[in-house]
């Protein structure tokens, strides 16, 4: 057994952070570290500090006017200390005012994580926007970039090499000792320390290494090496200079022998057999051999296992796995330090092969039938029939979605009665996890008299039942008068106590119960749900007024600026396109809001695989005729705060329900459900107090006490002091040319 020694680590200096943006990196340098509204930025982080000798290099980044890249930056460096300096001023070109930050980034494990650098400057701050601080560069790669939304191209990558070893061609001197207690023979009682030496006096020392036995491998040595395995030992050991300059191989032999002991009993011992089982027992692909040994007198010194019945003894250093098909038997004993050895036991077991993986989707299909007028339009209702067939695991669920709302359980034939143009998207999936590709089915509904569509009191196919903001968990059916059980409960009346509503949804309920819809216990989590929705009491009276309604009268009342533009789509949408112009925003100018609920529902329609970039703006002010924002469109950006919509699992850090720039969440929540699928979206703010809700589900809550924003320099302005407005406007971004998104049904209620 070989025990590497345990040393306690020097205590490293951590520093201090100073203020919300500049964090004191040295005895004499600091750099800024802070959140810019909308831009990447992380919470200031201790870096760590380097040896108080000056720096060997400076390497200096500058910034002006443009957005797309750094004036000058180095390409290369080399390990050791350095000196970073970090300039966005005057002096450097920057005449507009324009924030930058120099920004390493730590996530991406193609380069170098430990220099955590998040530099923000421009010309009206304390520092005249000219940083520096005190660095230990490694070897590799470190990528930096602008962590300013807009900035993306301002990026590029830092290479560090090994510092040169000069004319030095001579190898470290190297040595090693051996000590411990030792009997008459000379042989060490119990354990052996081995301690290696390396000295270097030109380049210095780099590494230095050790092995076990004639053919064992190297290993870093960090600390003197036990061994208290009985029997003999040679230890190999070398080191290499900062030139590249490697000591000839050196090693010390010697043998330990057990403390002297009456132990005669050998070791107890047992093994396991571990692995994925088919129904028979047998093991798929692998089977692992775990064995295990103790002894209470002198100690296992040694574990052995042999594969078969007459298969030669090895050593056991870690679990075996067994990959061959077929039937087999491992045996195994352990001797202790004072020579005894257990018998011999063993474990037998069946390797088979795997069965043959489904990686097939269901094969599906559509039929709609009803009666057809001259024109093929279907009179008063159409019925929708799915079929799915899958040989191999079988058909597992079959999903659809009317006119790109969310996919819902089929269970049968679906009957479609709104007058219009519809869309049924349809998939199934089998039992191992395939998905088929999503097909479409396209019909229209005419009116002509015999059975009426369903008199809902309002469309709501969401997966699962709402009531309010609180979501049950309880599939939101189809119940028999063709509404779903949201529309039932929710029929947009505005009730004047919550008793009153309480007692309508208990009406409701009953019914669903009677005719099977619901079951008890769904009954009960509803009905709860309705307590704590809070629909009914004071302040939950009020209804919300559409800013939206997919009409093109209801878009008149909205302006847009910037690039981009929103145009109507067939289905009663405002969906989002970018050209050159870049980006924009759709904002309604005929209110501004204090407290508020704002709802909304958004779609990912963005092309190919991707997903698209978006987001809801709120609190800003008029962007016409600021004197400090020469661009409308940055108006939001700079003096409201942007409710992220991205659904992308890699890239930008700020998913859905982030507060961009100064609340960060992920993928988390409510989840994300599949692009081309409507979410509703609700935006509450109190206050400095923002609670965002995905599908009914609250995904972030962020309080506004102190955050950065784009301009700290500009006296006056009512953002500078982190709360941002009291009371704005709300808008719609514009992204980019690929970040498609379409809108609808968007509605405010002031609290």
Known sequence: MIRPRRTRPAPRLWTALLGALVLLLGPTSTAAYGQAGGAHADDARS?????SRAAAQVLTWTAGNAIDRYLAFPATAVAGPATIVFENSAATGNTLGMPHTLTFEVSD?????DVQLNILANPGDDNGGKYTVEVDLTPGTYRYHCAIPGHGQMSG???VTEPDGGDDTT???TGAEVTGQRDADGAYIGSATVTVTASDSGSGVATTEYALGADGPWQPYTAPVVIDRVGGHTVRYRATDRAGNTAPEKSVSFTVVAPPTDDTAPPETSATVSGERDSGGGYLSTATVTVTASDTGSGVNTIEYALGAA????????????HTLGAHTVRYRAADRAGNVSAVKSVSFT????PVVDTTPPVTGATVTGDKNSNGAFLTSARVTLTATDPQSGVDRIEYSLDGGPYLAYTAPVVVDRVGHHTLSYRATDRAGNTAQAKEVSFTIARSGGVPAPNCPEFDERLTVIVGTVDTGVPNRVTRNRCTINELIEDEKEWTSQALFLKHVDSVLDTLRYDNVIDDREFGLILRAAERSRIGTPGQTEGYRDLFDGTAESLDRWEHVGGGRFELSGDGALTSSATVDGMGMLWFPQRAYGDFSLRLQFRDDAPG????NGGVFVRFPNVHGNPLEPRPEWVAINYGHEIQILDRPDGDLYKTGSVYGFDRVGLGGAGVTPKGSWNDYEIRVEGQHYSVLRNGVLINEFDNVGGQTFHPARAGDPGTDGRRYARGYVGLQV?????????RDIRVKEL
Do not use: C, E, F, K
């Open 609 to 612: 695989a991707g997903n698209a």
């Open 171 to 173: 190898a470290p001197g």
């Open 351 to 354: 390797v088979v092969a795997p």
């Open 109 to 113: 494990p193609a380069h170098n994580s």
């Open 735 to 743: 992204h980019g040319a690929t970040d498609v998104i379409s809108y």
């Open 311 to 322: 298969g030669a003894w090895q050593p056991y250093t870690g679990p075996v796995m067994v």
């Open 157 to 159: 990558v830092l290479t």
């Open 47 to 51: 870096v760590r500090t380097v040896d």
